[in-house]
């Protein structure tokens, strides 16, 4: 047998493959589309927003350092939960006889603190509504 008739024949295999394949794809992401809706950014105030009843997150001054924060945090008799070291900040426990939103207002007036803000909470499980551009 010829040599040069089968490498044709495998050529013509691959190249009707490759046709397939890219067909496959081409039609796919044209009915993926023809599919998906059109959905307005998430706006509105935070406050609609889910968060955690205890927990709430704390950053502060690189400069002024954590020292002020932690003796704090002792006094308030706070939890630290996690210690992001990378970012300068904690997420801190409330105290069970205090709110959150007046802890949330202690730790403002804090030395150093730059924010205090709701832990909030966002579920991998919840709906998502890709936006498309439209031209």
């Known amino acids: ?3 040069t008739v089968v ?3 495998r050529l013509t295999w691959k190249i009707l ?3 397939f394949l890219a067909m496959t794809g081409l039609l796919t992401s044209c009915e993926a589309r023809q599919a998906m809706e059109l959905s307005a950014p998430v706006q509105g105030p ?17 400069k002024v350092g954590k020292a002020p924060l932690l003796k704090a945090i002792e006094a308030y008799k706070c939890e630290i939960k996690y ?4 970012i300068n900040g ?14 949330m207002q202690y730790f403002r007036t804090v030395e150093g ?7 909030h909470i966002i579920r991998l499980t919840d709906p998502v509504k890709p936006k498309l551009e439209v031209e």
Request: no cysteine; net charge negative.
């Open 113 to 119: 603190v730059t924010a205090v803000e709701y832990d």
């Open 1 to 3: 047998m010829d040599y």
């Open 7 to 9: 490498l044709q024949q």
């Open 83 to 86: 210690d992001y070291n990378f």
């Open 90 to 103: 904690m997420a801190l426990k409330k105290p069970e006889d205090k709110t959150l939103e007046e802890t």
């Open 17 to 19: 493959i490759i046709f």
């Open 46 to 62: 935070e406050s609609v927003l889910e968060h955690s009843p205890d927990v709430f997150l704390v950053t502060f001054d690189e």
